[in-house]
């Protein structure tokens, strides 16, 4: 501020620069947020600009990929994709592009991934637009995985690790943490292994033991009011 200055100007300047702190702390936290979500994730998300060039891999889509965010920095999405998996290779439009000029989700299933190494898998997943408070698109978002295979040839059964190989009936459980294999050996979260491999839908909650030790008081308050009851 200006000198001279007066005290009602100095107390909207404080209150300016608090509300200004407070919203700048929040946007960092909600940041660290996502970010951890996006590394902790097994699905591979790319985002891009308007563009369609790569702007964000994330750690799963690097190791999916063989490919880092450096080498894959403003390069179009589209490159790392093809429409089918035997040679002449045939080369698909960008999702990402077309889910921005379209403004709508883009599916990604039945596309192949072209990976640094020269495998090609197929995977499953969708491109969505990012739009901005007022409407405008800033780019978009890809989210995808790799199609698991469910059926496995004799000499690829064989060459399976066989701590991934199990008798029919019993699924592999590591003792440490907790995850499961598929039958091409990558391991999943027990949560995620199941959904995946029948009907049944997880819904979130609390055993009343972890309640008691996250809301202590709550518990503690419900228990008393019972105590009063007749």
Not at 119 to 141: L, R, T, Y
Request: contains cysteine.
């Amino acid at each position: 501020m200006l000198k001279p200055f007066q005290p009602n100007e100095l107390r909207t300047t404080i209150e300016l620069a608090l509300h200004r702190s407070r919203s700048n702390r929040h946007v960092k936290e909600s940041l660290r947020w996502l970010m951890t979500t996006v590394r902790c994730i097994h699905e591979a998300v790319v985002t891009t600009n308007r563009g369609g060039q790569v702007t964000y891999v994330s750690p799963t889509a690097e190791t999916l990929t063989g490919w880092t965010l450096q080498e894959l920095a403003e390069l179009d999405f589209g490159v790392l994709l093809q429409a089918g998996k035997g040679a002449p290779c045939v080369t698909v439009n960008n999702p990402a592009r077309r889910a921005i000029v379209e403004r709508q989700v883009v599916r990604l299933d039945g596309l192949y991934l072209k990976k640094k190494d020269g495998a090609i898998d197929e995977i499953k997943g969708c491109a969505a637009p990012v739009f901005d408070d007022a409407g405008s698109i800033m780019g978009a978002v890809a989210v995808f995985h790799e199609v698991k295979r469910t059926e496995l040839s004799r000499g690829e059964l064989g060459g399976l690790d066989h701590r991934c190989a199990s008798p029919a009936g019993i699924i592999n459980l590591c003792a440490w943490c907790k995850r499961v294999p598929d039958e091409s050996g990558r391991w999943y979260d027990l949560q995620t292994f199941i959904s995946e491999h029948s009907a049944l839908q997880f819904n979130g909650g609390l055993c009343p033991e972890c309640m008691a030790k996250c809301f202590p008081r709550e518990v503690e308050g419900d228990a008393q009011l019972c105590d009063l009851e007749p």
